[in-house]
């Protein structure tokens, strides 16, 4: 299954990487970026890993977890995941996902990727 990033998820990692940098070093920071992007891409092909988020204004968003980080998509098509968002588990993980949700929707609508 293809795996498409789209903005939000994509801000996320550079902040994730620049934090990691910042506080361990750019071999870490690319180690654990490449870690959630392997995980999501493995998680892509294999269903039963995916948990719904149990909100009923997220309907369709499903995450898997990497380390310390939430990671949320919801199949754009029969052979597409598209990733929301990536969030730490100490960040306010709803009002965040639904932030990113919507930007999400505001791209689809005005035709951005």
Not at 12 to 40: P, S
Not at 62 to 74: K, L, Q, T
């Amino acid at each position: 299954m293809e795996v498409k990033f789209l903005r939000a998820a994509r801000s996320r990692l550079l902040e994730i990487w620049d934090y990691t940098e910042r506080t361990w070093g750019e071999a870490q920071a690319d180690k654990y970026v490449r870690g959630l992007v392997n995980t999501i891409h493995e998680a892509a092909d294999d269903r039963h890993r995916w948990r719904p988020v149990l909100d009923e204004g997220l309907p369709g968003i499903y995450f898997i977890r990497y380390e310390r980080h939430f990671i949320f998509f919801r199949a754009i098509s029969p052979d597409t995941i598209g990733v929301i968002s990536v969030l730490h588990e100490n960040m306010n993980v709803p009002m965040r996902l639904r932030e990113d949700d919507s930007r999400q929707k505001d791209d689809s609508a005005s035709g951005e990727k």
